[in-house]
């Protein structure tokens, strides 16, 4: 049981390339999400999927594509890298009303240059 | 009026002391009200949560206090250790009764060190 997986770890882009961040969970929740973590301003929700076959947008969804590939798999676009877009992302997954804990992935750093 | 105002950014306390981190919001529909811990080059973990029904929730050595009226709710860490040297993050949610997801809204963090 290996819970929220994401791939790559660590990537580093060029300005105007694209690339996906892969997240899967083995935990058979219904909802995703992603996020990004920015020094000095907490965690902020990019987009959702509150079941397969539904995405929305979140906080900051500018820049971003998302794709609810089946239950377990809910992978994040950059079509075309921008330095603002550095951060590292977190997937996490979660299943209400039976539990509203958010379990995280372990990240991937994104460096833009 | 989404917003959670955390503070303080930074904390230093010696080992056996009480660290508090305190959160505030405006959005009195929140109803669901979890605290993160985060180590580093990891990511978060749910530690505790606590609905606005009741005042208090202790789990071991971490407990909220929940203020309604005020919209402000803490974290006590009693006897604090270095293993509990880490950042966290404090959140809000909505639609939580019942809802078909719960969009986090978190604060922006407080670094902890707890010196030996």
């Known amino acids: 049981n290996a819970g929220v997986t994401q791939t790559p770890k660590f990537q580093v882009l060029k300005t105007g390339q694209s690339m996906t961040l892969q997240c899967a969970q083995d935990?058979?929740?219904?909802?995703m999400y992603w996020y990004r973590q920015d020094p000095g301003m907490g965690l902020r929700l990019i987009y959702y999927?509150?079941?397969?076959?539904?995405?929305d947008k979140g906080e900051v969804p500018n820049g971003y594509n998302v794709s609810r590939l089946n239950k377990r798999e809910f992978s994040l676009r950059l079509e075309s890298a921008a330095p603002s877009q550095t951060s590292v992302y977190f997937c996490?997954?979660?299943?209400?009303?039976?539990?509203?804990?958010?379990?995280f992935g372990p990240g991937t750093r994104l460096t833009v240059t | 009026q989404q917003q959670v105002k955390q503070s303080p950014q930074s904390l230093i306390v010696q080992k056996g002391g009480i660290p508090i981190i305190n959160c505030a919001y405006e959005n009195t529909a929140f109803d669901y009200f979890p605290w993160y811990q985060q180590f580093p080059g990891k990511g978060p973990a749910l530690l505790i949560a606590?609905?606005?029904?009741?005042s208090e929730k202790k789990e071991g050595r971490f407990t909220i206090s929940f203020n309604k009226s005020a919209k402000q709710f803490s974290l006590h860490i009693m006897d604090s250790q270095p293993g509990d040297s880490a950042t966290y993050f404090c959140?809000?949610?909505?639609?939580?009764?019942?809802?078909?997801?719960?969009?986090?809204?978190f604060g922006t963090g407080t670094l902890l060190a707890v010196q030996p």
């Open positions: 999927s509150a079941s397969e076959g539904t995405t």
């Open positions: 959140a809000a949610s909505l639609e939580s009764y019942g809802g078909a997801t719960n969009k986090l809204i």
């Open positions: 606590i609905r606005p029904d009741v």
């Open positions: 996490a997954s979660s299943d209400p009303p039976l539990t509203y804990e958010q379990y």
């Open positions: 935990m058979n929740h219904n909802s």
